[in-house]
């Protein structure tokens, strides 16, 4: 597995999740991490990414409401989400793209956002 993501479930709506991901060693110069999520009938969608120099963009609907944060040393990055509705309801894919713009994907965690 190239990368492990972990730290979704099950979250009542209003609260936070923070989810973690660890890319393999094999994945040389990685230049960008992040996160994408895939909801039920819907296409995979970008939510944020963060560059190795410190760059970092959200998708409009977590901006404000979210922090990535990333440490390219250890090959991890995290997303904190706060004020989480359903329609954060998602499986959640973390991402690195290497040295030359590859990209490698996490096998995705559930994060379900329900009373």
């Known amino acids: 597995v190239q990368l492990q993501a972990s730290g979704g479930g099950l979250v009542q709506p209003g609260g936070s999740l923070t989810l973690s991901c660890t890319a393999s060693?094999?994945?040389?110069?990685?230049?960008?991490m992040g996160w994408f999520r895939q909801a039920p009938g819907k296409e995979r969608g970008w939510v944020a990414t963060i560059t190795n120099d410190n760059r970092i963009d959200y998708e409009a609907s977590v901006k404000g409401r979210s922090t990535i944060t990333g440490n390219f040393g250890d090959n991890t990055v995290h997303l904190q989400m706060n004020a989480l509705s359903p329609d954060d309801t998602a499986v959640y894919y973390c991402l690195a793209d290497d040295w030359n713009w590859r990209r490698f994907w996490g096998q995705g965690t559930q994060v379900t956002v329900s009373s």
């Open positions: 060693r094999n994945i040389n110069g990685i230049k960008r």
